[in-house]
């Protein structure tokens, strides 16, 4: 996973504050996912972007997630205000990297809203 | 709504013996299927892919197979070691849309020793 660097990678907050969720990819990919892992759904696919541009975000739960990538090394997941359903582990993975179909992840970032 | 589907949540096997772990999906459109391997605190990495042109691919101590018409593909690794304890995800994509993948909810695989 050392071609995505996410931060932090371990998140406790409590209900009602806003948490932000950062992904820095390495040069050369051309897509970027945000998925969430929970045990009773797996990996969900909640967010991508194809060169920067967001493409199709109905993943997304709820209005009070958004994210953003201003620029091809950088992209945050935002949460405002959390909830404990939040509660999850959100990885961010680019595709492309290689020229593979193929999806590199980052370690992840756990989520404890209290 | 799964389009995938991993119906068994873990699997415990004896090293040595072969582990199958199954996969199902819904969507025929899909063409391009992936196997992902999990360690506790780490991301998912790639282990072996399969196109539906093909319905066999090897690599090493990993087989995918994959049957189109049963809309099911499945992993067997022989023979399996304990290093190989991990979650599998099994995850489908349509390959014109690139990189956007479906996941299963996971296998959990136990070897013993």
């Known amino acids: 996973d050392a071609g995505v660097i996410q931060s932090p990678r371990h998140e406790v907050t409590e209900m009602g504050q806003e948490v932000t969720l950062r992904c820095k990819p390495i040069?050369?990919?051309?897509?970027l996912f945000w998925y969430r892992q929970t045990m009773m759904r797996g990996l969900e696919l909640l967010i991508y972007?194809?060169?920067?541009?967001?493409?199709?975000d109905s993943g997304m739960p709820e209005d009070r997630f958004s994210a953003k990538m201003p620029n091809a090394s950088f992209s945050t997941l935002k949460i405002q205000p959390s909830e404990p359903r939040d509660s999850a582990v959100y990885f961010c993975?680019?595709?492309?990297?290689?020229?593979?179909?193929?999806?590199?992840f980052g370690a992840g970032s756990r989520l404890t809203v209290l | 709504d799964q389009q995938v589907k991993q119906n068994s949540p873990s699997l415990s096997v004896q090293e040595g013996r072969i582990s199958i772990l199954n996969c199902d999906y819904t969507?025929?459109?899909?063409?391009?299927f992936l196997w992902y391997k999990k360690y506790p605190a780490e991301g998912p990495t790639f282990l072996i892919s399969?196109?539906?042109?093909?319905d066999k691919n090897e690599d090493g101590r990993f087989t995918v197979f994959l049957n189109k018409s049963a809309k099911h593909l499945s992993l067997h690794i022989v023979p399996s070691q304990p290093g190989d304890s991990a979650v599998y995800f099994c995850?489908?994509?349509?390959?014109?849309?690139?990189?956007?993948?479906?996941f299963g909810t996971g296998t959990s695989l136990t070897v013993i020793p």
């Open positions: 993975a680019i595709g492309g990297a290689s020229g593979a179909n193929v999806l590199t």
């Open positions: 040069s050369g990919h051309n897509s």
């Open positions: 972007f194809n060169n920067n541009v967001p493409i199709d």
């Open positions: 969507n025929s459109m899909f063409d391009y």
């Open positions: 399969i196109s539906s042109i093909k």
């Open positions: 995850a489908a994509s349509e390959w014109y849309t690139g990189n956007q993948f479906y």
